[in-house]
């Protein structure tokens, strides 16, 4: 099983800043990598797929990068509705696991 | 619009059982792959079993031979019978449409606390 680690676990940003999230795979899953976004209270939503892909309807300030073993995922431009939890997932190995997250909170 | 709703949970004693369903709109449940996922209270994200178009089935090693997935076509409706529960079963489950591999579209979740 693929073992997904993210850092940093809490990330205290003010709006308008720029956020960066790191995901760094336990072995290579190529781009097989996706973001979600969860608040409280609230399902996640799938924000990049294959690493680098926005899904439908994603603001552009969102970008993910990276490749084998290690991603990237930023958020250019903080805006108030951005404070969340952030999760990766893998599925390039069987089976699908999920990162443990990284807390996007307000400074 | 795609719309999915989770229905089933509830308090249940350890050892018990609970089938969760998962009401789909907006799109063919038997066309796609479809998921369940959850999340432990505080906790991140788990996988838990997915059901391919064709009908095939796979299950986290944390569920298999206690949960079955399943779907009822002519009810546009996901499954998820959960026996022999555990406390470590206790989450919120979501029920997801998949992508490509990824989760695409979920539902609000439904809540399952297994405890005596």
């Known amino acids: 099983e693929i073992v997904l680690t993210q850092s940093p676990a809490t990330l205290s940003l003010s709006p308008g800043e720029r956020a960066t999230l790191s995901c760094r795979a336990s072995?290579?899953?190529?781009?097989?990598l996706a973001w979600y976004q969860q608040k409280p209270g609230q399902a996640p939503r799938l924000l990049i797929y294959?690493?680098?892909n926005r899904a439908t309807g994603i603001p552009a300030r969102f970008s993910g990068s990276g490749s084998g073993t290690d991603f990237t995922l930023t958020i250019s431009s903080l805006e108030p509705e951005d404070f969340a939890v952030y999760y990766c997932?893998?599925?390039?190995?069987?089976?699908?696991?999920f990162g443990p997250g990284t807390k996007v909170d307000i400074k | 619009e795609v719309q999915l709703v989770e229905t089933g949970g509830g308090l249940i004693q350890p050892g018990g059982s609970l089938r969760l369903s998962c009401a789909a709109s907006?799109?063919?449940?038997?066309?796609?792959?479809m998921s369940w996922v959850r999340q432990a209270p505080g906790k991140g994200l788990e996988w838990v079993s997915v059901i391919y178009s064709g009908g095939s089935t796979y299950y986290a090693d944390s569920v298999k031979g206690r949960f079955t997935i399943s779907r009822d076509n002519s009810k546009n409706t996901l499954y998820l019978q959960m026996n022999s529960l555990r406390a470590e079963d206790t989450a919120v489950y979501y029920c997801a449409r998949d992508w490509d591999g990824y989760n695409l579209d979920w539902g609000q979740g439904t809540l399952v606390t297994v405890s005596s």
């Open positions: 072995q290579s899953v190529s781009s097989y």
């Open positions: 294959d690493a680098s």
């Open positions: 907006g799109f063919t449940v038997s066309s796609n792959y």
């Open positions: 997932q893998q599925r390039s190995n069987w089976p699908p696991t």
